[in-house]
């Protein structure tokens, strides 16, 4: 130990220089309108909840079933795929993490810029090197860029985060048949959107799509997620995921939700209905919104002397924080400084937000 100063320092040097990933602030006490993390403003299924009382007890001496099979089933018949084309995980940033852990390590990981920022922060942990490719102002996907990146796995978000546009089945198809490697396609909010590449599974053997029940399900706090894929491409994940990655509780309930297709829908069609009327709204307002197909609006917000920017964008966020209205704000980027993304909540929530613009219009 004498030639150190801290033990910190037996660590690998590419550790070492790591900065963990930062999510979004979690406000502690009451009284807060959270619209920083694209939860859902509804609760889950009801049948989550007696699945989970069923778990409960005597079952969780045991081990879960290291395979979530239940759920492979589940999903595959709710999908039109046979079970061996998925996987379970630890909430989809598992599935990531995975796929970074399997394909990124020799050669780089490539993906678009904003998208998901969890990305090069896996990279990072797993010492692979990244390749950033930037989104012009019509946040469109560079298709031919893609396709040339040099990296052997390729992540899209679609519908992308935190602009929340989608993208074609068309347009990813191209880059999808072009790019000679993995492409993952990170349908975290599909069930908001008007198409799913799901339906290109059967066609591409390098396409994997990943999924998550913490937006649409309501379930960000039970950790589960899924990847579709080829056959030999889930093999490859099985033999690097923990042995028990999802637990008996999480498997139990997220079956149950996943069963309650009828549940999601009208949830998914509320907040699809709220996201569409305020988007309109603050169109009506002379602000710039991107077309959402997720359970968010990234909105550009412009003040009463009609100016747009940065200052104007944090202005806001911050007169939001001080009457306890939490949403998302990226000054790092100038595609995205002059934006705040907007969490749809439910509808005393939007009204409150919606109202609190109006002040703050009136007040400037
Ligand atoms: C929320 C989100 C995830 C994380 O999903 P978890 O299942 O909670 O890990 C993954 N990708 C994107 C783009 C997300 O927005």
Redesign the pocket.
Known sequence: MSALNSPSEYALSHVRKLHAYTPGFQPKGTGWVKLNT?ENPYPPSPMVDEALKEAMGDALRLYPDPRSMALREAAANLHGLSPDQLIFGN????L?NLLVRAFACEKAAGYLMP??S?YPVLCGIQNSGVVELPFDRSMELPIDELIELDARILFI?SPN?PTGVGFSNEELAKVIEGFDGIVVV?E??ADFAKETAVDLLSRFPNLVV?R????SYGL?GL???YAMADPSVVDILDRVRDSYNVNRLTQAGGLAALRDQSYLKAVVGKVKRTRDFYRAEWEALGWFCYPSQSNFLFVEPRNASGETGPEVAQGLFEYFKQRKILVRYFPSSPLTASFLRISVGDEDQMLHVSETISKWLKNA
Request: glycine share 8%; net charge negative; no cysteine.
């Open positions: 694209n909430g989809s940033d598992d990531l998208s998901y969890l978000t985060a990170d975290a909010y990943t998550t029940f913490s937006k960000a950790r589960l997620g």
